[in-house]
Protein backbone atom coordinates (compact mmCIF):
# COMPACT_ATOMS: atom_id res chain seq x y z
CA UNK A 1 0.00 0.00 0.00
CA UNK A 2 1.51 3.58 -1.35
CA UNK A 3 1.91 5.95 1.94
CA UNK A 4 -0.05 9.26 1.22
CA UNK A 5 1.17 12.71 2.00
CA UNK A 6 -0.34 14.76 4.52
CA UNK A 7 -3.71 15.61 3.73
CA UNK A 8 -4.23 19.74 2.56
CA UNK A 9 -7.03 21.57 4.17
CA UNK A 10 -6.70 24.69 2.57
CA UNK A 11 -8.37 25.10 -0.45
CA UNK A 12 -10.02 21.84 -0.29
CA UNK A 13 -14.28 21.35 0.01
CA UNK A 14 -15.42 19.36 2.95
CA UNK A 15 -18.97 17.55 3.16
CA UNK A 16 -19.51 17.19 7.09
CA UNK A 17 -22.93 15.38 8.48
CA UNK A 18 -23.84 15.94 11.39
CA UNK A 19 -22.65 19.61 11.65
CA UNK A 20 -25.46 21.22 13.76
CA UNK A 21 -24.16 20.44 17.34
CA UNK A 22 -21.50 18.94 18.87
CA UNK A 23 -18.48 17.22 17.48
CA UNK A 24 -20.16 17.81 14.19
CA UNK A 25 -20.06 22.02 15.04
CA UNK A 26 -16.70 21.77 16.33
CA UNK A 27 -14.75 20.29 12.97
CA UNK A 28 -17.23 22.71 10.68
CA UNK A 29 -15.01 25.38 13.05
CA UNK A 30 -12.24 23.74 12.99
CA UNK A 31 -12.21 23.26 8.88
CA UNK A 32 -13.22 26.63 8.45
CA UNK A 33 -9.33 27.87 10.34
CA UNK A 34 -7.71 25.01 8.37
CA UNK A 35 -9.17 27.19 5.34
CA UNK A 36 -11.82 24.54 3.74
CA UNK A 37 -14.82 25.44 2.06
CA UNK A 38 -18.10 23.44 3.81
CA UNK A 39 -20.94 21.66 2.45
CA UNK A 40 -22.52 21.65 5.79
CA UNK A 41 -25.39 18.73 6.63
CA UNK A 42 -27.72 18.11 9.12
CA UNK A 43 -31.34 17.48 9.94
CA UNK A 44 -32.02 20.87 12.39
CA UNK A 45 -32.01 23.83 10.06
CA UNK A 46 -31.97 26.45 12.54
CA UNK A 47 -29.71 25.20 14.35
CA UNK A 48 -27.71 24.55 10.98
CA UNK A 49 -28.30 28.30 10.59
CA UNK A 50 -26.66 29.29 13.49
CA UNK A 51 -23.78 27.05 12.87
CA UNK A 52 -23.14 28.05 9.56
CA UNK A 53 -23.52 32.15 10.86
CA UNK A 54 -20.55 32.05 12.97
CA UNK A 55 -17.85 30.67 10.44
CA UNK A 56 -15.61 33.22 8.18
CA UNK A 57 -13.13 33.27 5.52
CA UNK A 58 -14.34 30.24 3.67
CA UNK A 59 -17.73 29.19 1.36
CA UNK A 60 -20.00 27.72 3.42
CA UNK A 61 -23.03 26.02 2.01
CA UNK A 62 -26.17 23.83 3.95
CA UNK A 63 -28.01 21.10 3.17
CA UNK A 64 -30.88 20.61 5.22
CA UNK A 65 -31.66 16.62 5.16
CA UNK A 66 -32.83 13.92 7.03
CA UNK A 67 -30.42 10.87 7.13
CA UNK A 68 -32.71 8.39 7.96
CA UNK A 69 -34.53 9.20 4.71
CA UNK A 70 -31.69 6.67 3.21
CA UNK A 71 -33.72 6.58 -0.48
CA UNK A 72 -34.09 10.66 -0.83
CA UNK A 73 -30.19 10.90 -0.37
CA UNK A 74 -29.42 9.69 -3.91
CA UNK A 75 -31.46 13.78 -5.02
CA UNK A 76 -29.56 15.18 -2.37
CA UNK A 77 -25.74 14.46 -2.89
CA UNK A 78 -26.54 14.91 -7.12
CA UNK A 79 -28.08 19.02 -5.46
CA UNK A 80 -24.77 18.93 -3.80
CA UNK A 81 -22.73 18.03 -6.41
CA UNK A 82 -24.09 19.71 -8.91
CA UNK A 83 -23.23 23.09 -6.69
CA UNK A 84 -19.69 21.84 -5.64
CA UNK A 85 -17.68 20.11 -8.62
CA UNK A 86 -14.71 19.30 -6.37
CA UNK A 87 -14.91 17.30 -3.25
CA UNK A 88 -11.82 16.43 -1.19
CA UNK A 89 -13.09 15.14 2.21
CA UNK A 90 -16.40 13.73 3.26
CA UNK A 91 -16.79 13.01 7.14
CA UNK A 92 -19.65 10.94 7.88
CA UNK A 93 -20.19 11.92 11.57
CA UNK A 94 -24.65 12.15 12.10
CA UNK A 95 -25.42 9.47 14.38
CA UNK A 96 -28.22 8.90 16.80
CA UNK A 97 -29.13 6.70 19.71
CA UNK A 98 -31.76 4.40 21.43
CA UNK A 99 -32.07 2.89 24.54
CA UNK A 100 -33.37 -0.94 24.74
CA UNK A 101 -32.94 -4.60 25.23
CA UNK A 102 -33.16 -6.48 21.77
CA UNK A 103 -36.73 -7.77 22.80
CA UNK A 104 -37.61 -4.38 24.29
CA UNK A 105 -36.79 -2.19 20.59
CA UNK A 106 -39.55 -2.64 17.85
CA UNK A 107 -38.45 -3.58 14.05
CA UNK A 108 -38.74 0.01 12.72
CA UNK A 109 -36.53 1.61 16.23
CA UNK A 110 -34.04 -1.33 15.10
CA UNK A 111 -34.34 -0.25 11.34
CA UNK A 112 -34.22 3.85 11.69
CA UNK A 113 -30.75 3.35 13.77
CA UNK A 114 -29.06 0.86 11.36
CA UNK A 115 -30.80 3.65 8.70
CA UNK A 116 -28.85 7.08 9.88
CA UNK A 117 -26.02 5.15 11.26
CA UNK A 118 -24.62 3.16 8.81
CA UNK A 119 -26.86 3.24 5.49
CA UNK A 120 -26.85 6.45 5.61
CA UNK A 121 -23.06 6.68 5.52
CA UNK A 122 -22.79 3.72 2.73
CA UNK A 123 -24.44 5.40 0.58
CA UNK A 124 -23.21 9.09 1.13
CA UNK A 125 -19.72 7.39 0.76
CA UNK A 126 -20.81 5.66 -2.47
CA UNK A 127 -22.44 8.46 -4.27
CA UNK A 128 -19.32 11.13 -3.16
CA UNK A 129 -16.65 8.27 -3.73
CA UNK A 130 -16.43 9.41 -7.67
CA UNK A 131 -15.77 12.95 -7.18
CA UNK A 132 -13.12 12.38 -4.34
CA UNK A 133 -11.29 9.77 -6.45
CA UNK A 134 -10.98 12.69 -8.55
CA UNK A 135 -9.08 14.59 -6.38
CA UNK A 136 -5.91 12.36 -5.25
CA UNK A 137 -5.27 13.20 -1.68
CA UNK A 138 -8.69 13.27 -0.66
CA UNK A 139 -10.17 11.57 2.49
CA UNK A 140 -13.73 9.96 3.43
CA UNK A 141 -14.20 9.94 7.99
CA UNK A 142 -16.81 7.68 9.50
CA UNK A 143 -17.38 8.03 13.01
CA UNK A 144 -18.29 4.95 14.96
CA UNK A 145 -18.37 5.13 18.68
CA UNK A 146 -16.68 3.40 21.80
CA UNK A 147 -20.06 1.10 21.02
CA UNK A 148 -18.22 0.17 17.72
CA UNK A 149 -15.06 -1.67 19.56
CA UNK A 150 -17.49 -3.06 22.46
CA UNK A 151 -21.00 -3.75 22.60
CA UNK A 152 -23.01 -3.46 25.89
CA UNK A 153 -25.62 -5.00 27.12
CA UNK A 154 -29.55 -2.39 26.21
CA UNK A 155 -27.05 -1.26 22.76
CA UNK A 156 -28.20 -4.17 20.38
CA UNK A 157 -29.56 -1.83 17.72
CA UNK A 158 -26.63 1.42 18.01
CA UNK A 159 -23.93 -1.21 18.50
CA UNK A 160 -24.75 -2.91 15.26
CA UNK A 161 -24.99 -0.18 13.43
CA UNK A 162 -21.37 1.26 14.46
CA UNK A 163 -19.73 -1.87 14.39
CA UNK A 164 -21.02 -2.51 10.57
CA UNK A 165 -19.38 1.24 10.13
CA UNK A 166 -16.15 -0.02 11.25
CA UNK A 167 -16.60 -3.14 9.81
CA UNK A 168 -16.88 -0.85 6.21
CA UNK A 169 -14.59 2.04 6.80
CA UNK A 170 -11.91 -0.70 7.49
CA UNK A 171 -12.29 -2.32 4.30
CA UNK A 172 -12.67 0.77 2.60
CA UNK A 173 -9.40 1.68 3.75
CA UNK A 174 -7.54 -0.95 2.05
CA UNK A 175 -9.58 -0.77 -1.21
CA UNK A 176 -8.79 2.82 -1.48
CA UNK A 177 -4.93 2.95 -0.17
CA UNK A 178 -3.14 2.93 -3.47
CA UNK A 179 -5.97 4.88 -5.34
CA UNK A 180 -5.17 8.39 -3.74
CA UNK A 181 -8.07 8.51 -1.02
CA UNK A 182 -7.02 7.94 2.87
CA UNK A 183 -9.51 6.50 4.74
CA UNK A 184 -10.33 7.23 8.54
CA UNK A 185 -12.54 5.25 11.26
CA UNK A 186 -13.32 7.54 14.45
CA UNK A 187 -14.02 5.75 18.01
CA UNK A 188 -15.00 8.59 20.52
CA UNK A 189 -15.34 7.50 24.41
CA UNK A 190 -18.02 10.07 26.52
CA UNK A 191 -18.26 12.71 24.52
CA UNK A 192 -19.67 15.96 25.64
CA UNK A 193 -22.32 16.49 23.47
CA UNK A 194 -26.68 16.56 22.89
CA UNK A 195 -26.72 13.07 22.27
CA UNK A 196 -27.90 11.75 25.94
CA UNK A 197 -30.68 14.38 25.68
CA UNK A 198 -31.90 13.77 22.06
CA UNK A 199 -31.31 10.22 22.21
CA UNK A 200 -34.95 7.85 21.49
CA UNK A 201 -35.55 4.57 24.06
CA UNK A 202 -37.34 1.84 22.70
CA UNK A 203 -41.13 1.81 23.41
CA UNK A 204 -40.93 -1.01 25.28
CA UNK A 205 -38.88 0.82 27.97
CA UNK A 206 -40.36 1.70 31.55
CA UNK A 207 -39.73 5.60 31.43
CA UNK A 208 -39.00 6.17 34.85
CA UNK A 209 -36.03 3.47 34.13
CA UNK A 210 -35.28 5.32 30.63
CA UNK A 211 -34.84 8.72 32.44
CA UNK A 212 -32.80 7.30 35.33
CA UNK A 213 -30.82 5.84 32.58
CA UNK A 214 -30.04 9.08 30.34
CA UNK A 215 -29.31 11.01 33.18
CA UNK A 216 -26.67 8.85 34.92
CA UNK A 217 -25.46 8.49 31.52
CA UNK A 218 -25.37 12.08 30.85
CA UNK A 219 -22.77 12.65 33.73
CA UNK A 220 -20.47 10.11 31.48
CA UNK A 221 -20.21 12.83 28.77
CA UNK A 222 -17.27 15.00 29.94
CA UNK A 223 -14.56 15.18 27.30
CA UNK A 224 -15.06 18.21 25.18
CA UNK A 225 -16.38 18.18 21.90
CA UNK A 226 -13.85 21.06 20.96
CA UNK A 227 -10.96 18.63 21.62
CA UNK A 228 -12.42 15.40 20.17
CA UNK A 229 -12.97 17.53 16.78
CA UNK A 230 -9.31 18.52 16.92
CA UNK A 231 -8.17 14.72 17.43
CA UNK A 232 -10.24 13.79 14.55
CA UNK A 233 -8.75 16.25 12.59
CA UNK A 234 -5.30 16.08 13.44
CA UNK A 235 -5.80 12.40 12.63
CA UNK A 236 -7.15 13.35 8.79
CA UNK A 237 -3.68 15.36 8.56
CA UNK A 238 -1.55 12.80 9.14
CA UNK A 239 -3.74 10.10 7.86
CA UNK A 240 -4.58 7.75 10.55
CA UNK A 241 -6.48 4.97 9.87
CA UNK A 242 -8.17 4.96 13.68
CA UNK A 243 -8.62 7.22 15.96
CA UNK A 244 -9.90 6.58 19.48
CA UNK A 245 -10.91 9.72 21.79
CA UNK A 246 -10.45 9.44 24.80
CA UNK A 247 -9.50 7.60 27.98
CA UNK A 248 -13.17 6.31 27.95
CA UNK A 249 -12.54 4.45 24.37
CA UNK A 250 -9.02 3.89 24.93
CA UNK A 251 -9.59 1.38 27.92
CA UNK A 252 -12.34 -0.42 26.82
CA UNK A 253 -10.60 -1.44 23.88
CA UNK A 254 -8.14 -2.56 25.12
CA UNK A 255 -10.29 -4.40 27.50
CA UNK A 256 -11.85 -6.08 24.49
CA UNK A 257 -8.53 -6.93 23.03
CA UNK A 258 -7.87 -8.81 26.52
CA UNK A 259 -10.68 -10.47 27.17
CA UNK A 260 -12.43 -10.87 23.74
CA UNK A 261 -15.57 -12.90 25.42
CA UNK A 262 -15.34 -11.82 29.21
CA UNK A 263 -14.37 -7.95 28.47
CA UNK A 264 -18.29 -6.69 29.89
CA UNK A 265 -17.82 -8.54 33.14
CA UNK A 266 -14.42 -7.23 33.70
CA UNK A 267 -15.90 -3.58 33.04
CA UNK A 268 -18.15 -3.90 35.64
CA UNK A 269 -15.69 -4.91 37.91
CA UNK A 270 -13.87 -1.98 37.33
CA UNK A 271 -16.26 0.97 36.88
CA UNK A 272 -18.08 2.80 39.69
CA UNK A 273 -21.77 1.93 40.52
CA UNK A 274 -23.29 5.17 38.40
CA UNK A 275 -21.53 3.84 35.24
CA UNK A 276 -22.79 0.32 35.34
CA UNK A 277 -26.30 2.03 35.75
CA UNK A 278 -25.88 4.10 32.70
CA UNK A 279 -25.40 1.17 30.35
CA UNK A 280 -28.19 -0.45 32.20
CA UNK A 281 -30.61 -1.67 29.26
CA UNK A 282 -33.32 1.30 29.74
CA UNK A 283 -30.54 3.87 29.16
CA UNK A 284 -30.12 5.88 26.45
CA UNK A 285 -26.46 5.81 25.54
CA UNK A 286 -24.33 7.23 22.15
CA UNK A 287 -20.99 8.69 21.95
CA UNK A 288 -21.06 10.12 17.73
CA UNK A 289 -21.01 13.73 17.76
CA UNK A 290 -24.33 15.55 16.71
CA UNK A 291 -27.43 13.36 16.54
CA UNK A 292 -29.05 13.48 13.65
CA UNK A 293 -32.74 13.62 15.07
Known amino acids: MSQLPRYRFAGGTAVL????????????????????????????????????????????????????????????????????????????????????TFDQVAAEEFDWVVDVNFR???????????????????????????????????????????????????????????RGVGVTCVHPGGIRTRIAETARVARGVDRAEAEEGKANFAKLLTYPADKAAEQILAGVEKRRGRVLIAASAVVPDLLARLFPAS???????????????????????????????
Not at 37 to 46: K, P, S, Y
Not at 84 to 97: C, D, I, K
Not at 263 to 290: D, E, F, H
Open 120 to 178: APVALTRLLLPRLLESPGSHVVNVSSLFGLIAPPGQTAYSASKFALRGFTEALRHELAD
Open 263 to 293: YMGVMNRLRPAAARRASAPGSAQGTTGSPTR
Open 17 to 100: TGAASGMGEQMAYGLARRGSDLVLVDRDADRLAEVAGRIRGVAVDRVVADLADVAGLDAVAADLLARHPRVTLLVNNAGVALGG
